[in-house]
């Protein structure tokens, strides 16, 4: 590098420097590395333990150097209760994705949340089922066309799209429930700042902390990278509206 160069992007530790297997225009990387940063940042990375589940989610054991548990579809939520109360020194959070969390894994996340386990959730809402072949999801829009609704999501038919950090940010033992996206730098950086603190207060003793992240998913979307990144600003957020809907220390309490 030579002396008027500088550096402004570098590779952070707890990300392995491996080459993706994921989608062109998938965001579970970038994802990645923001949990990466935050991790490190904090230094955590050593005493991390991530629980992944079933669905694109789950690779994510591939890329942090962390030590990592697969769990049962939908049960990272539980394997994750499990490991912090068995490691109470470690830091412990679930990498999920919106069929595996908002579905079968919807009691698991509830019960989890409303007891407030010191876990940490990260929850990628890319509105369908996509390492299984594209199926509707408990989050997908109306109107979007999925291979089991070929003809677009029905509210009359399927209800509408499930806001999950609405429903955490309503139960007693959430202390931090946030909802982000990936597909501007304001939006990445306003991310990074919401893990640090669903991050924060699982090492503060407070709660449980939650935070969903607005992705794509290009292939299921049958969308160009570029078309799949507009869709967020132009479809999700105006549903799944971007804020924070639960922290305890703005509230001026702690959980018990």
Known sequence: MSSHEKQVFAVTDAVIDVPTHYCPGCQHGTIHRLVGECLDEAGLTEQAICIGSIGCSVFIYNYLNVDAVEAPHGRAPAVATGAKRANPENFVFAYQGDGDLASI???????????????????????????????????????????????????????????????????????????????????????????????????????????????????NWRMSPLEANARISEEMIPYFPLGTYKDIEDEGGQQS
């Open 105 to 219: 894994g919807l009691a698991e996340i509830m019960h989890c949340a409303n007891r407030g386990e010191r876990v940490s959730v990260v929850f990628v809402n890319n509105t369908v089922y996509g390492m299984t072949g594209g199926q509707m999801a408990p989050t997908t829009m109306v109107g979007q066309k999925t291979t089991t609704c070929p003809g677009g999501r029905c509210a009359e038919r399927e209800g509408l799209p499930m806001k999950m950090a609405e429903i955490i940010g309503g139960l007693g033992g959430t202390a931090y429930s946030a909802r982000v996206a990936v597909d501007t730098v304001k939006h990445l950086k306003q991310a990074k700042k919401a893990l640090k603190k669903a991050f924060e207060v699982q090492t503060q003793g407070k709660g449980f902390g939650f935070v969903e992240l607005l992705a794509t998913c290009p292939t």
